[in-house]
């Protein structure tokens, strides 16, 4: 069983940086691949980026790559998600999610990942 609780979230300008948290509750964090999706009004719930349990595999959105870097770290049992260069269109709710895996292989189906966090808002300012 985890626990996620995102933070971070707020109102940049178009062109600023945010970094979203993870935090993660469970003594067996390191077993889980961890995924950051969004959903803005009226849109359904997209992929942004992905890791591995060992942060060794990383996986991103056509939207985002090379703008956003995900990023754990077990011994803390967090996740973050940088994003730079950011974009009204980057305006959305973050969810942090997580499914238990030991592949390299990641998933970008929402359907996958077993646990939610409630989410936090990002808006960019034209």
């Known amino acids: 069983q985890v626990q996620l609780v995102e933070s971070g979230g707020g109102l940049v300008q178009a062109g600023g940086s945010l970094r979203l948290s993870c935090a993660a509750s469970?003594?067996?964090?390191?077993?889980?691949?961890m995924g950051w999706f969004r959903q803005a009004p009226g849109k359904e719930r997209e992929f942004v980026a992905a890791?591995?349990?060992?942060?060794?595999?990383?996986y991103y959105a056509d939207a985002v790559k090379g703008r956003f870097t995900i990023s754990r770290n077990n011994a803390k049992n967090t996740g973050a998600l940088q994003m730079n260069s950011l974009k009204p269109e980057d305006t959305a709710v973050y969810y942090c999610a997580a499914y238990y895996s030991s592949s390299d292989y990641l998933k970008a189906d929402a359907g996958t990942y077993d646990y939610w966090g409630q989410g936090t808002q990002v808006t960019v300012s034209s």
């Open positions: 890791i591995n349990w060992s942060g060794g595999s990383t």
């Open positions: 469970g003594r067996t964090f390191n077993r889980y691949a």
